[in-house]
Structure formats: structure tokens, C-alpha cells
């Protein structure tokens, strides 16, 4: 795998996203602060701002976090995943944007060094309604600029996947640590208790997707039983197939996706090499399976990704017999071919897998 830092590959559709996203982010701007200075003519422009920072990373956070089971639970949710990370990005300067002026506002002119200030300063934890709230801002910056500076695949590939997506889930973290920012800002009067209310819609909405697209996964995850005595698993009649498209079964405790396309059936992991993207849930084009996630593309036979890409994902036998979709649940080593099984349908006209377009990923 290439560690070689590439510059963003931008196209038309991820321009639109990405003028369409700074769009609503100033509108969101706008209005809030038009709102607010005409409800609290007595704030002060450094304090609408740094409200109405805070609310619109806080509010971008939300629907980040929600776009994934969003995603999961309704394919028409996809192209916001394709971008979710250029809005982090974004979220990330609107946060960072908040923190510097809160500190400079608040903290520059003592005789403490700002960031020190920020974490002793009005260090009250006596009772729960005088606990600093700006600390937990703090921790959850620096967990966000850890993400946002390795949000690059350059830093997927060096850091590997497992590491990289570990650091990725300290969203989580962070997610939690702005919400406490935010209640006990609350408490001290120091944030408005409508916020209060937007908080407890966002988290509400945030966790109940993510319950339903849990529910979903799991349900998914249930073990295929159909084994058969020659060692195969009966997964699904040809039928049921769409062309072009995959059926995902579980097998041996793994996700595997069967494909279906010009007559024939290959069976290879439902784990894209990038993100774990569901492949199962792509589609054949132009004689490549593409992760609906980012893109990334895998031969249906081999699981091995055009040139001059290098990911490779495991393939398992496949079998088709009296119209019924049979596959061994061993898998074989990642990017090994295995002849797809025939089905008895007109061939299209071609599928061979061009080279690989670097285009087409995010
Ligand atoms: C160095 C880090 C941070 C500091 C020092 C800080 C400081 C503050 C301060 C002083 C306020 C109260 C402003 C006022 O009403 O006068 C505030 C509110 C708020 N902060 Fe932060 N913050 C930090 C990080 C963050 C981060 C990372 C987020 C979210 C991504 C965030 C979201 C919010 C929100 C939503 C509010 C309430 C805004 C409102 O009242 O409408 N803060 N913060
Ligand atoms: S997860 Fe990103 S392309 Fe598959």
C-alpha cells in the first residue's frame, strides 16, 4: 500500500457539497447572530460571535454523527457519507474559531497564561452548578484537531486502519465532552437555556439513530444456518440477486457480499480496505465493484482493486446450483481469484475491470 501523500482529488459533485455545506453554515451564522442580537440587544458582538461559533460547530457535530446510521438505514443518505469528512473539517475551524476567541476574550488578560487559565481559572467544584465548564471545550479541541489533522488517507494509510479508526471513534469522546461544556455552561448561566433545549433534541436524535441502525446491523449479523453437508452455505436463490448488486449474508461470523453480474456470481468480503464501508451495499460498475462509502473499487473475482490501486479483500467458492446460490464459508487469502460461478442468463456485453480511477475516490 502506497503511503505517498496525495493532494484531495476534487470534482464537480464534492465541490457542489462542499460550497453547498459552507453555505448553510453561514446562513446558520447569520441568522443566529441577526436573532440574537435582536432578542439580547445587551450582548456584546465578541460574545454573539462566540455563541453563534459555538452553536454552529455544535450543531454541524449533530448532524455529522448522524449522517453514518442515517446512511445505514437509507441509501439516499449516501453522498452526504461520501463528504462527512470535508464537514468535519469545517465543524472543526468553526470550534477552533470559538475556542481562540473565548480565550482571548476571557482569559488573555490575566497574569496566567491563557490555556492554563482556561483549565485552573474559576476552579470551583464544590457544587455541580459552579464546575468549570470551559475545560471540557478544551479537551474535546484537541480531541477534534487530532482528528481533523489526520482526517487526510494519507494518515489512514500510515497510522493503519485500526489505529486510525480508533482515534476516529474519539468523536464519541468529544461529542460527550462538548455536551458537558454546554450543561454545565448552562448551569452557570453563562449559555442561553434554550440551548439547553437544542442540546437535548441533538443528543436525543444522535442516540436514537444510532439504535436503529444498531438494531439493523445486528440483525445482519444474525449467522447464516443453511450449511450444507458438502461444507457450502445455501445463501439465497440466484433471483434474489439484484444484477449488478449483492446480497450480504454472515458466514462464519463474517459479513460476506455475493455479487451477481452478466451471468455470473462471485463471493468476496463485505469489509472495504478503507473505511470497512460496507461493500455489499456498492454496486458493479463498469465490471468493478465500488465501495458506496468513498468509492474504492475491488474486481468481483479476485477482491483485488484495479492498478495502480493495492487493496485486496478475501473471495470465498461460490457455487450455483438448481437455481440456488451456494457459497463455503472459508475464506480464501485477500486478492486470491476464484472463477465465479456461471448462471444460466444471457451474458452482457463485457466485464473486464478497467484501470482504476483515482477520481473516484473521496
Ligand atoms: C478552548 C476551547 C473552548 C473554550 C475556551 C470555550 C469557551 C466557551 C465559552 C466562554 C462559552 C460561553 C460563551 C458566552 O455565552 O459568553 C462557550 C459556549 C459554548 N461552546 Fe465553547 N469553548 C471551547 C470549545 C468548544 C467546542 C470544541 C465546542 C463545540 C464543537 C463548543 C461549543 C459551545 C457551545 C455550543 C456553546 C454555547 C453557545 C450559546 O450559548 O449559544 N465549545 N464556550
Ligand atoms: S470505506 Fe471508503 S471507500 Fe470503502
Redesign the pocket.
Known amino acids: 500500500m502506497s503511503t505517498t501523500y496525495r493532494a484531495v482529488a476534487w470534482n464537480p459533485q464534492k465541490r457542489r457539497y462542499d460550497v453547498g455545506a459552507a453555505g448553510l453554515l453561514l446562513g446558520f451564522l447569520v441568522v443566529f447572530l441577526g436573532v440574537q442580537a435582536t432578542v439580547r440587544p445587551e450582548l456584546t458582538i465578541e ?1 454573539l460571535l ?2 453563534a461559533l ?2 454552529a ?2 450543531t454541524s ?1 449533530n448532524i455529522i454523527l448522524c449522517i453514518g446510521p442515517l446512511a445505514r438505514l437509507n441509501r439516499r443518505f449516501l453522498p452526504l457519507l461520501y463528504n462527512r469528512r470535508h464537514l468535519g473539517v469545517m ?1 472543526f475551524t468553526l ?1 477552533l474559531a ?2 481562540v476567541f ?2 482571548v476574550q ?1 482569559h488573555s488578560a490575566g497574569t496566567l497564561n491563557p490555556l492554563v487559565s ?1 483549565l485552573i481559572g474559576n476552579a470551583r467544584y464544590t457544587t455541580i452548578n459552579q464546575v468549570p465548564f ?1 475545560p471540557f ?2 479537551a ?2 484537541v480531541i ?1 484537531f487530532l482528528m481533523a489533522a489526520t482526517s487526510h488517507d494519507f494518515w489512514l494509510h500510515n497510522l493503519t486502519a485500526p489505529v486510525w479508526k480508533a482515534l476516529h471513534m474519539g468523536v464519541y469522546l468529544a461529542y460527550a465532552l ?1 455536551v458537558l ?2 450543561i454545565f ?1 448552562v448551569l452557570q448561566g ?3 437555556p434554550l ?1 439547553a433545549w437544542a442540546l437535548c433534541g441533538g443528543v436525543l436524535t444522535v442516540f436514537t439513530l444510532h439504535g436503529l441502525a444498531g438494531r439493523q446491523e445486528a440483525r445482519r449479523d444474525r449467522e447464516n444456518g443453511n450449511l450444507r453437508s458438502d461444507g457450502f452455505v445455501d445463501v439465497c436463490s440466484v433471483a434474489e440477486i439484484p444484477e449488478k448488486r449483492a446480497v450480504v449474508t454472515c458466514l462464519s461470523g463474517e459479513r460476506v457480499a455475493v455479487f451477481r453480474y452478466d451471468g455470473h456470481v462471485s463471493a468476496i468480503s463485505n469489509v472495504c480496505q478503507h473505511q470497512n464501508g460496507p461493500l455489499g451495499e456498492g454496486r458493479i460498475v463498469n465490471g468493478c465493484i465500488v465501495c458506496p462509502w468513498h468509492g474504492y473499487e475491488y474486481l468481483p473475482d479476485s477482491g483485488a482493486s484495479p492498478p495502480p490501486f493495492t487493496e485486496k479483500v478475501p473471495t470465498f467458492d461460490v457455487r450455483v446450483a438448481a437455481g440456488r446460490v451456494l457459497v463455503h464459508p472459508r475464506p480464501h487469502q485477500p486478492g486470491t481469484r476464484v472463477e465465479p460461478a456461471l448462471v444460466p442468463i444471457a451474458r452482457g456485453p463485457q466485464r473486464g475491470c478497467r484501470a482504476g480511477d483515482p477520481a473516484r475516490r473521496a
Open positions: 460574545t462566540i455563541r459555538g452553536a460547530a455544535f457535530l465543524m470550534a470559538h475556542g473565548s480565550i476571557f482556561v470551559q471545550g478544551l474535546a479541541l477534534l462538548i461544556h454546554v455552561g453563562e449559555t442561553s440551548l
